[in-house]
């Protein structure tokens, strides 16, 4: 009986060792679930026993949404944002090509911050990308790239969809293109796209898919930017409700706080909802071997990547202005947002995404523009600095004198309608009289000689 004793002795203690290293005091415990979904935990280790026996890590992300007024919590797999739809981006920070889309993952090269890679298949966190010069294929996480403004994207259907011979409903069905699949339109017609899909050519329904016009609050058309409220079909309304042929759009300017749902939450949002993304936030999941459990998951930890706060009150997002009514926008051209709005307020961009107000101008409306050679016009004032800092171009005295000379009549009114260029050293400007809308033409180095134009 004695014998019997000591030898249990040591499997006792040994089993309480086990235990001790499992329940640790709860300050330093880690609870482990038997999966991700467990609503209840099935035990806890310390970080160090969980670590010593990690199998394997997987990246979570979730969503904090704003959708008809409420707010929901939606997974990551359920939402596509505007870097999943792009096509061509940069980095934004130098970062390592990695063979898998795992953290713990060997790295091919190291791209360096601003280098331009191709988008060739996306998840919720990674992407798997090709280099634009070397074409190295490999995975970078979608934090780390940025979108480029040149960039038109890819359309991604977010439900599987019919491949047809001809642009109707009823026309003969070729194949089926699955879900979340990336292609590029060959053109549009009767809200059908014309696609290339393994090798085989024919006509989609352009309302199953998403496109980076669903992220965009600016287009490039006809060379020039413009506000973008949504998409339509083939077709990207302008917020003076104008209907624009996607095919003319050669760029865009996306908002990063936009999401697409893609799937649809029982008594919330609906497929292609597009929702406000209040709070990102994503987990690094971990595979452990635990005595006892078998393989349990549990946290190793947070992701950081919140959404840049406005920096102050005079500061607001493209989303909030876009919310108000923009009486004149311009920009310098193409490859460059830096911009001017007038939208209860005067407001500068450098990147087309947040607008920092001018104070000088008050909640004032006034027409903006401007030219070729670089100056800037906020009404009757020019700036020379790109906005730093505006002084008066246009004496009214010397524009009412040239309008009675042209008239032969004394203007009651002098309101100032428009600006634009006529060449690269002159300025016209529309003013309207109360009576009369008259055109005026000056130098751009010399404003105290205006001609009035005849119709």
């Not at 696609?195 to 998403?210: C, E, K, P, R, T």
């Not at 909802?273 to 990102?280: A, F, G, L, N, Y």
């Not at 959404?307 to 005079?314: F, L, S």
Request: charged content about 20%.
């Amino acid at each position: 009986m004695h014998s019997i004793i000591l030898s249990v002795l040591p499997i006792f203690f040994a089993a309480s060792s086990a235990y001790a290293a499992l329940a640790t005091d709860a300050s330093a415990a880690i609870s482990f679930y038997r999966t991700k979904e467990s609503p209840f935990s099935s035990g806890q280790a310390s970080r160090t026993i969980l670590e010593s026996r990690l199998i394997s890590t997987q990246i979570e992300s979730t969503y904090r949404v704003r959708w008809d007024r409420r707010e929901y919590e939606l997974e990551a797999k359920q939402i596509l944002k505007d870097i999943q739809v792009a096509k061509l981006v940069d980095t934004n920070s130098a970062c390592q090509l990695l063979s898998l889309n795992r953290n713990d993952s060997g790295a091919i090269k190291v791209l360096n911050a601003g280098a331009t890679v191709e988008i060739l298949e996306t998840d919720d966190y990674w992407a798997r990308v090709r280099t634009y010069k070397d074409k190295v294929t490999g995975w970078v996480p979608l934090s780390m790239l940025k979108n480029r403004h040149d960039d038109v994207g890819v359309f991604v259907n977010i439900m599987d969809t019919y491949l047809r011979g001809e642009a109707h409903s009823f026309a003969k069905v070729i194949t089926t293109v699955p879900r979340l699949s990336r292609v590029q339109p060959l053109g549009f017609e009767k809200g059908f796209m014309k696609i290339s899909f393994n090798n085989m050519v024919g006509f989609v329904d352009v309302n199953h898919f998403a496109s980076r016009a669903d992220f965009s609050n600016l287009a490039f058309v006809d060379n020039k930017w413009i506000p973008i409220t949504h998409r339509n079909g083939e077709y990207l309304v302008s917020a003076q409700r104008a209907q624009i042929p996607l095919q003319r759009s050669l760029g865009y300017v996306t908002s990063s706080t936009r999401g697409v749902v893609i799937r649809a939450t029982p008594g919330g949002p609906q497929l292609l909802s597009r929702v406000e993304i209040t709070k990102p936030e994503a987990n690094i999941w971990a595979l452990s071997k635990v005595d006892g459990h078998g393989e349990v998951w549990w946290k190793r930890n947070s992701v950081s990547h919140e959404i840049t706060p406005v920096a102050d009150k005079n500061t607001i997002t493209t989303d909030e202005l876009m919310k108000r009514e923009i009486y004149s926008i311009a920009f310098e051209n193409k490859s460059s947002v830096r911009g001017i709005v007038s939208a209860e307020g005067i407001y500068t961009t450098e990147d087309g995404l947040t607008w920092k107000q001018i104070p000088q101008f008050g909640k004032q409306n006034y027409p903006v523009y401007i030219h070729p050679k670089g100056q800037w016009f906020v009404g009757s004032y020019k700036s020379t600095n790109l906005g730093q800092s505006f002084e008066p171009f246009i004496r009214w005295e010397i524009v009412a004198d040239a309008i009675e000379a042209s008239i032969h009549r004394n203007p009651k009114l002098l309101r100032l309608t428009q600006i634009e260029a006529v060449s690269p050293t002159q300025i016209i400007i529309n003013v309207d009289t109360g009576s009369s809308k008259i055109k005026l033409m000056s130098s751009l180095s010399d404003s105290t000689h205006w001609t009035v134009l005849k119709k």
